[in-house]
C-alpha cells in the first residue's frame, strides 16, 4: 500500500470556522489530489498540485485552498467551512499522472 | 453534467457466479480508464486500469473490457466471491502521462454485493 496518512480522520466543526486537513505520504511522489466523496457523486477533483508550490483548482475549489511547501504534505483550508462542505475528503498521490493512489480519508461534518 | 456514469446503482451476485459492473463516459478525450473498489470507512482501492489503445486488460479475477465506439467500460470478476462486496468506482482521465495532470473524472459508484 502506498504511504499516505491524512489528518485528522474525524472532525466536527461549526459554520464560519476555519479548517485544515493534512495529506502526508512518504512515497516521494510528484503529484497529489484532493477529493471530496459526496452521495450521487462519486468522488469529485478540489485542487490538485504537480510539484511543490505549484497547484491548481479542480472541479469544485470554491471555497477551499491548497498549499504544498513541501514534497510529502499536501494541505486543504476551508477558509470558513459551510453546511455544504460537509463531506468525507480523500487525498491522492500518483508517480507519473496514470494510477493515482489513496489514502484513508477525513470525515468533516460541520455543523 | 456527468461525464462518467455508472447507471447502476447496485448489483447482486451470488458467490461463484460472475459480476459485470458497466461505466458509460461521454469525453472522446477521455485516454485511459480504472476501476477502484471501496470498502467502508476506507480509501478507494487500485483495482485494474486499461488504456485507449487496448480494448481489455485482466489481472487474475478482474478483466476490464473497453470500447471505444460505444464509449463504454465494464469490469468483469470472474468467480465473484463475498470479499467481493464493496462499492465500485469506475473513473476516466485524458491524455495520461500528458499535460492532464492525471486529473481523475468518476463515476458515481455501484454497490456490488456477492451473497454466500
Known amino acids: 500500500d502506498a504511504g499516505i496518512t491524512q489528518s485528522p480522520r474525524h472532525k466536527v466543526t461549526e459554520t464560519g470556522t476555519p479548517v485544515t486537513l493534512r495529506c502526508h505520504q512518504t512515497?516521494?511522489?510528484?503529484?497529489m489530489y484532493w477529493y471530496r466523496q459526496d452521495p450521487g457523486h462519486g468522488l469529485r477533483l478540489i485542487h490538485y498540485s504537480y510539484g511543490v508550490k505549484d497547484t491548481d483548482k479542480g472541479e469544485v475549489s470554491d471555497g477551499y485552498s491548497v498549499s504544498r511547501s513541501k514534497t510529502e504534505d499536501f494541505l486543504l483550508t476551508l477558509e470558513s467551512a459551510t453546511s455544504s462542505q460537509t463531506s468525507v475528503y480523500f487525498c491522492?498521490?500518483?508517480?507519473?499522472?496514470?494510477?493515482?493512489?489513496f489514502g484513508p480519508g477525513t470525515r468533516l461534518t460541520v455543523l | 453534467d456527468q461525464q462518467v456514469k455508472q447507471n447502476s446503482p447496485s448489483l447482486s451476485v451470488q458467490e461463484g457466479r460472475i459480476s459485470i459492473l458497466n461505466c458509460d463516459y461521454t469525453n472522446s478525450m477521455f485516454d485511459y480508464f480504472l476501476w477502484y473498489k471501496k470498502y467502508p470507512a476506507e480509501g478507494p482501492t487500485f483495482l485494474i486500469s486499461?488504456?485507449?489503445?487496448?480494448d481489455k486488460n485482466e489481472d487474475g479475477r478482474f478483466t476490464v473490457f473497453l470500447n471505444k465506439s460505444a464509449k463504454h467500460l465494464s469490469l468483469h470478476i470472474v468467480p465473484s466471491q463475498p470479499g467481493d462486496s464493496a462499492v465500485y468506482f469506475c473513473a476516466a482521465s485524458p491524455n495520461a502521462g500528458g499535460t492532464s495532470y492525471g486529473k481523475l473524472t468518476f463515476g458515481q459508484g455501484t454497490i456490488l454485493t456477492v451473497h454466500p
Open positions: 486499461i488504456s485507449s489503445i487496448k
Open positions: 512515497e516521494n511522489h510528484r503529484y
Open positions: 491522492a498521490i500518483s508517480r507519473n499522472t496514470d494510477t493515482q493512489y
